[in-house]
């Protein structure tokens, strides 16, 4: 057995459901910490995190990553318990195999390897590690970038352990992620019998025109790395229960899925402007996650490389896909990616990864560390 795969299989033995983090951090540390790494615990709330770094010279590589896992769903539709590692045919299967435990261990592994390698390299190696990114991610990575940004510390290169690869592993890269931004609007009417049309004000009626702007708006057409900025109703929630009621007021849950063709502010503006157009009473309460977006460059690079020659892939590089905590890291550090296992089976059922795609993936992280601080 490979370390990688043995680490990999010591981690999904925790039972980290987000945002506990069950001994994985203390696991990982206790591997750094011999190697001269300076680690500093960082809880918030009741999230554990830590950062870690050898060397203080630039430049500055960080590996980043989480610890938690999302809740396994019924175990008893598991092929294997989520929890007890196990390997059939060819695959490791536990519930943060994927997402993203193997790239934890790959991580510790490949850094191992590096400075047996290379013991006088250049620069320095940090690691951020989290166990509130599968959960509300309020007091995990924001938290430690908000206080390494307050004594003025920032990093060269970031490469978060996310699972990005699509259908082989190597194929995708992300350089980037769209922004979020949320709306929950509440549009204020008359409450009233609906047999009385002339005394009430039918706050669905009145919305339903600023609906169908916003939905035929074009808010940008995206740009070389982004598609364009997408606009979208989750929830709209309005009346009594009754039939004979018209409501007082609906609620309305929207999303926008924002590239860096538009910007917070711009898409804020023109939503109010639809709305006042309209000539509605309400309220509008926004909650904002930003995009991040690396172009080609030294890191992009390096990493690119690492895969061609590990896999034998050329990846792709990417910006799909949901959020993540790359946007929080892209605030102290210019280059970011993401790069990791397959996505086919996170958050699901019997989550896994291929063992023979282990080592490669440590190799990668590896060969990169090679390339930037050799």
């Known amino acids: 057995m490979s370390k990688t795969l043995e680490l990999a299989k010591d981690l999904i033995s925790r039972q980290s459901n987000t945002p506990e983090d069950a001994g994985c951090q203390e696991l990982m540390i206790s591997r750094l910490e011999p190697l001269g790494f ?118 060269d290169y970031c490469i978060v352990g996310e699972p990005t690869s699509n259908k082989v592993v190597g194929d995708m890269i992300k350089n980037g992620r769209r922004g979020s931004l949320s709306g929950k609007l509440t549009v204020k009417g008359i409450q009233g019998h609906i047999a009385y049309p002339h005394l009430v004000k039918n706050p669905i009626h009145m919305v339903a025109p600023a609906i169908k702007d916003m939905v035929e708006t074009v808010w940008d057409t995206g740009n070389e790395y982004f598609p364009p900025t997408s606009w979208q109703i989750s929830n709209m929630n309005g009346g009594t229960g009754a039939t004979n009621v018209v409501p007082g007021e609906v609620e309305i849950l929207f999303n926008f899925r924002f590239c860096t063709a538009s910007t917070e502010q711009s898409l804020k503006e023109r939503v109010h402007a639809i709305l006042d157009r309209h000539e509605l009473e309400y309220d509008l309460v926004w909650e904002y996650s930003p995009p991040y977006l690396t172009p080609r460059g030294n890191l992009v690079d390096a990493i690119s490389a690492s895969i061609e020659a590990a896999y034998g892939v050329t990846p792709e590089l990417s910006t799909t896909g949901g959020t993540s905590d790359g946007r929080f890291i892209a605030d102290i550090c210019k280059q970011v990616i993401e790069f990791g296992p397959l996505n086919a089976t996170i958050h699901k059922l019997n989550e896994c990864v291929a063992v023979k795609d282990i080592e490669p ?3 990668t992280y590896k060969l990169t560390l090679e390339k930037l601080l050799k």
């Open 38 to 155: 300076k680690i500093e615990r960082m809880r918030f709330g009741n999230v554990d995190n830590f950062y870690a770094r050898l060397g203080t010279s630039s430049p500055l590589l960080v590996f980043a990553g989480h610890t938690d896992v999302v809740p396994t769903g019924p175990v008893e539709k598991w092929h294997t318990p989520p929890f007890e590692p196990t390997i059939k045919d060819g695959m490791l299967y536990g519930r943060g195999a994927a997402d993203m435990k193997t790239s934890c261990a790959a991580f510790v592994t490949a850094i191992e390897e590096f400075l047996v390698e290379n013991p006088d390299h250049k620069g320095s190696i940090g690691l951020l590690i989290t166990s509130d990114e599968e959960g509300v991610a309020v007091d995990g990575t924001v938290k430690v970038v908000e206080a390494l940004k307050k004594r003025n510390e920032h990093f």
């Open 361 to 363: 993936l440590k190799t």
